[in-house]
């Protein structure tokens, strides 16, 4: 595993738009497994930047995101479809028909994960898989449980993650119970990954899936068994990781 440890969330951002960037750049038809949520916003706002600049061509590009919530309109604005549009898709050149986020308002949501997995594999897998880290270590959705989920599946939020998310929303009974997300071997499929972490609340859970065993109830633990990860997290993530990795 690489290990980036920056001083704080704006070099984050920064160094994991790097990666990205080299990615694209190397490979300009790169299928790109993306996250959502306030981890990688700053590295999209870099990546859009560098668009504007002229340094990086998203013409060829394909993506495909992690997860959405089951029962939010692609308009809504806390659906993740909206988030992708207002952070990346709608400033860069990505074709649309390129952009892949599953279907909140699908009818049948776990028809929908099955589809979702064709989706994966007739793009050719993933080139990069990008992750942010619940502060319970959850990855995509999925969630600490007794078995890793294999690939795209509907999940039952956490109480812990619905906390988390009613940030987002008006009251925290409007946050969705449910999500449709990419399981641990659609992840672990992905034939790089870039996780990225910032600030404290997320110092536990890098240090348990780091320095902890491969265990289902640390889903980022699996990626101690993934070939190719880049972790770029700043000081304040690592702040329990001193020393041990
Ligand atoms: C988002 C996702 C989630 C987040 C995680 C961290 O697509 O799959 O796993 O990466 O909940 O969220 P933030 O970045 O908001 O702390």
């Keep these: 595993m690489k290990i980036y440890v920056t001083e704080d969330y704006k070099a984050m951002s920064r160094k994991a738009a790097n990666i990205v960037s080299a990615q694209v750049i190397l490979k300009p038809n790169s299928v790109l497994g993306l996250a959502t949520g306030s981890t990688p916003e700053g590295m999209y706002a870099q990546l859009v930047d560098w668009y504007r600049k002229g340094d990086l061509d998203f013409a060829a590009v394909k993506s495909v995101n992690l997860d959405e919530y089951v029962g939010l309109e692609p308009t809504h604005e806390q659906s993740y479809r909206y988030f992708m549009q207002h952070h990346l898709f709608?400033?860069?050149?990505?074709?649309?028909?390129?952009?892949?986020?599953?279907?909140?308002?699908?009818?049948?949501p776990a028809g929908e994960c099955t589809w979702y997995n064709q989706v994966i594999r007739n793009m050719g897998g993933i080139d990069l898989q990008v992750l942010g880290l619940g502060g319970n270590g959850h990855i995509g959705f999925n969630e600490p449980g007794n078995a890793f989920e294999l690939e795209t599946h509907v999940v039952d939020l956490k109480e812990e993650t619905i906390e988390a998310n009613s940030r987002f929303f008006a009251s925290r009974d409007d946050v969705p119970r449910q999500a449709m997300t990419m399981g641990i071997k659609s992840i672990m499929m992905a034939k790089k990954i870039l996780l990225m972490a910032s600030g404290e609340a997320k110092a536990e859970a890098l240090k348990l899936a780091f320095t902890g065993p491969v265990t289902p109830q640390v889903p980022a633990s699996i990626l101690q068994l993934h070939p190719y990860v880049t972790l770029v997290a700043d000081k304040a993530a690592m702040s329990k990781l001193e020393g041990l990795l």
């Excluded at 709608?90 to 049948?108: E, Q, R, W």
Aim: aromatic letters at 0%; hydrophobic letters at 35%.
């Design 90 to 108: 709608d400033h860069v050149n990505i074709n649309p028909a390129n952009t892949n986020v599953p279907d909140g308002l699908a009818a049948d």
